[in-house]
């Protein structure tokens, strides 16, 4: 299952070891998941659902579902795929809820910490913030897996957009600049590992209290300023069969195949012909799977047709006003039916056609991971455009409660080009409030035109209009 050549990548595999697994003996390696190291075994389920134990397998590879959640070291709950693989480690799959040892052999530590601005996420919009509110406050930034770049480290396709947002550079090269970028800056501390699990309102001048998890570390986060750069979360789709192991979210695919060079299947078939399932579509073909074909239930590709056009020049076929009807297979995918819809959405009966396939991808759009926001008391507006339900806010990303900001995905889904320009804006503006001072007004204001520019084209419409419904 592991990738051996890749016409861009080159997969820096790290020191053997060994795990065991449910009593089992398998081998890794030291720099990838836990989830990633057991699918490259071949094991594809991680759990079992809690009420009728129905199969889990890998999904999202970010940590936002609860598919791969499994007991490790003892410990119930741990998401395998956030979270690095070690000699020796004990893993299970884990009986409903998971519960924790009788026995209390844990010890945890509590730490207080106090910055200016705190960043929750280091992907585009993250890293970015932190970078340019660094430059006149300190910041923290911490984000739940264990290195820097968010979805940018799986990202092989070169940008569009101006030289400014790195256009013409592949992902995972922004991921490199902006991580390099991030270690030269002195007052920008950052957590790996780490994750969000509360905020707290608090009195005085440090206003927001996060409170965060480090392995057996509790962290108290006091900031003047917050800024929520938490990204999105891949969108499901409902059809029989849809919880069987081989049914992944896009995201999960690359994270298997262009981060720890892993496939995730060998014949594959995608649902939806945006620009992340086209992309995807010609990621899993380099990465040596045949794609079966493209299903996209709109009359029309969603993508950009140079995506397009290269899968159709490997003979992929993208069959519009066609879904997946259902997936079926012995404990993990083996078929797929897609059907055909007429124009008011309807199965045109006796369309049928029955695919094997061993992966089922799916790529129908991402929601707003909101869930800090909303926590803090942030008001929500649901607005379609945008990715549904998101945090109100204003021009600069300012939300309604003074100092928590939002930016990048977290703030309606889009690129990342505009994240890291939202990223930008409101970390510019968090750090010249504390500073009292306006020397990087410009700056804010050139972003925002860029923003204006970029959504300005076919592909940045709904995006436009859903920034002009938020008022």
Known sequence: MRIQKHPILEFKRARKIKFVFDGKSLEAYSNETIASALYANRIKVLSFSPKYKRARGFFCAIGKCSSCLMTVNGIPNVKTCTTLVEEGMEVKRQARFGELPKARKFKATNKVLFTDVLVVGAGPAGLSAAINASRLAKVIILDENHCVGGQLIKQTHKFFGSEKEFASVRGIEIAKILGKELQTKRNIEIF????????????????????????????????????????????????PGNDLPGVVGAGGVQTLMNVYGVKPGSNALMVG????????????????????????????????????????????????????????????????????????????????????????????????????????????????????????????????????????????????????????????????????????????????????????????????????RMG
């Open 273 to 468: 012909s945006g620009n992340v399932g086209l992309i995807v579509s010609y990621q899993m073909l380099q990465a040596g799977i045949s794609v079966k074909a493209v299903v996209e239930a709109l009359p029309k590709i969603g993508g950009y047709f140079v995506h397009a056009a290269k899968l159709r020049r490997f003979g992929v076929p993208i069959l519009t006003s066609h879904t997946v009807k259902e997936v079926s297979g012995n404990g993990k995918v083996e078929n797929a039916t897609i059907v055909r819809l007429d124009e008011n959405w309807n199965e045109v009966e006796g369309s049928e056609k029955e695919i094997k396939v061993d992966l089922v991808c799916l790529a129908v759009g991402l929601s707003p991971s909101s869930e800090l926001p909303f926590q803090a008391g942030c008001e929500n507006v649901y607005i379609p455009e945008l990715g549904g339900w998101l945090a109100r806010h204003n021009e600069n990303l300012e939300t309604g409660i003074k100092g928590i900001y939002v930016a990048g995905d977290c703030a309606g889904v889009e690129e990342a080009s505009t994240a890291m320009l939202e990223g930008k804006i409101a970390g510019l503006h968090a750090g010249m409030v504390i500073a009292k001072t306006r020397k990087y007004n410009s700056e804010v204001y050139e972003a925002m035109k860029e923003l204006e520019r970029l959504r300005r084209g076919p592909f940045g419409e709904r995006a436009r209009k859903g920034k002009l």
């Open 192 to 239: 790996l590992n780490t994750t969000a699990v509360g905020y707290y309102k608090k009195e005085g001048e440090a206003l927001h209290l996060i409170a965060a998890v480090r392995n057996n570390e509790f962290l108290e986060i006091h900031a003047k300023k917050l800024i929520i750069a938490t990204g999105a979360q891949e969108n499901f789709l409902s059809f």
